[in-house]
Every structure is written in C-alpha cells, then in structure tokens.
C-alpha cells in the first residue's frame, strides 16, 4: 500500500501564489511517475503536471504551462507543485498520484495510468 499526503492548499485571492506538497512516506520513490491532478465540482479530474522522479522533463498541462511548477525532492520522497498567478478556475480539490506498477519515464497527465491517489487538497481562488 502506498501513502500519498497532501498539503498546502488553502484559499487566496486571483494573481496570488500556493505550494502543494506531496509526502510519500515509505515508498520505493525514485524512479517513479508523480502526478498532480484537480478536480472541480460538476468536472472531470484533469492532469495538471506529471514529474519522472529519476530525471528529464516534466509534463504540463496547457492551462498551467508558464504559471505552475513541479519539483521534488528525493531526500524528502516529496513533490512540490508551485502555483503562481493563481486564477479563479484554478479552484479545486487537487491530489497527488504515483504510478506503482511501472518504473521508467512516462510523466503522463492522464489519470487512469496513476494508481495511488492522495486524499486532496482543497485551492480556493477567488476574484
């Protein structure tokens, strides 16, 4: 079984910046796909940014490409995505995912090759 924890979300304010982490405590980190994933309400989740802990580049969604970040940070086996010039269609229940059963560069944004999802995290944006 794998934990994924989130955390960092909050409300704030259009133009305004938020860190999400994502704490993997006790999983075989390095070298696995993380994903960042949101989700609305009335919506489908959505890829948000997707990082191959073992190197290369990661991968965007256009909506964020330019605003948001992914990192991480292998001592730690945490992923970070910074937001930046939050807008109010940013606003949902973000989570964090990692594909267990594959090891390998694949930063896919689609959430059915992820099969360990945190809890979430809720990002309020407002006008």
């Known amino acids: 079984q794998v934990q994924l924890v989130e955390s960092g979300g909050g409300s704030m304010q259009a133009g305004g910046s938020l860190k999400l982490s994502c704490a993997a405590p006790?999983?075989?980190?390095?070298?696995?796909?993380m994903g960042w994933f949101r989700q609305a309400p009335g919506k489908e989740r959505e890829g948000v940014a997707a990082?191959?802990?073992?190197?290369?580049?990661?991968s965007y969604a256009n909506s964020v490409r330019g605003r948001f970040t992914i990192s991480q940070d292998n001592a730690k086996n945490t992923v970070y995505l910074q937001m930046n010039s939050l807008k109010p269609e940013d606003t949902a229940m973000y989570y964090c995912?990692?594909?267990?059963?594959?090891?390998?560069?694949?930063?896919?944004?689609?959430?059915?090759?992820?099969?360990?999802w945190g809890q979430g995290t809720q990002v309020t944006v407002s006008p």
């Open positions: 006790g999983y075989t980190y390095n070298g696995r796909n």
């Open positions: 995912a990692t594909n267990s059963l594959r090891f390998g560069y694949a930063p896919s944004l689609l959430p059915h090759e992820y099969n360990y």
């Open positions: 990082i191959y802990t073992g190197g290369g580049s990661p």
